[in-house]
């Protein structure tokens, strides 16, 4: 994954062969539409050569979520455990999002979770679908089952 500015907005770009990268576009798209939070699918960019004209792979470019951080940056400093209980309780609150939309998560890792500030809590989002797959149909009925959940 690298990093580049794009005008004011700073967008993740990652090397991928096409079909995954067009896939995980989709995948996506389509978390936004269920209003998941998950990184921006802005574009899949293919027909890539170097200098040379020798094909390159092509890439995905997500919008870089202002304000996150990977977990690796969070721990490189002493974290209180209240601070590591409010994240994993994010990380949770992520997973249950997801099977509630139906989506399985092949790749379900702290690598792949990016957090971020709210409202003195943290706010996780998805941020690699490579691995996903989205099956709505087979999601639970969340109106049959009412909980709270613990804050």
């Known amino acids: 994954m690298r990093y580049a ?3 004011e907005e700073v967008i993740a770009v990652k090397e991928l062969a096409e079909r995954p990268a067009l896939r995980e576009y989709g995948l ?6 269920l209003g998941i939070p998950a990184v921006d699918p802005l574009a899949v960019v293919t027909g890539r050569t170097d200098g040379a004209g020798a094909p390159l792979e092509p890439v995905l470019i997500t919008r870089h979520l ?11 400093t002493t974290m209180r ?7 994993m309780d994010a990380l949770a609150v992520l997973l249950v999002r997801l099977h509630l939309s139906g989506f399985a998560w092949g790749d379900c890792s702290l690598s792949n979770t990016l ?3 709210d409202a003195g809590a943290y706010a996780a989002y998805l941020v690699d679908a490579e691995t996903g797959d989205l099956h709505p149909g087979s999601a639970p009925d969340s109106g049959t089952t009412t909980s709270t959940w613990p804050g």
């Open 5 to 7: 500015r794009a005008g």
């Open 28 to 33: 996506l798209r389509d978390l936004d539409r």
């Open 66 to 76: 202002r304000g996150s951080m990977p977990y690796r940056s969070m721990f490189e």
């Open 81 to 87: 455990p209240a601070t590591m209980h409010r994240l």
């Open 115 to 117: 957090f971020r500030r």
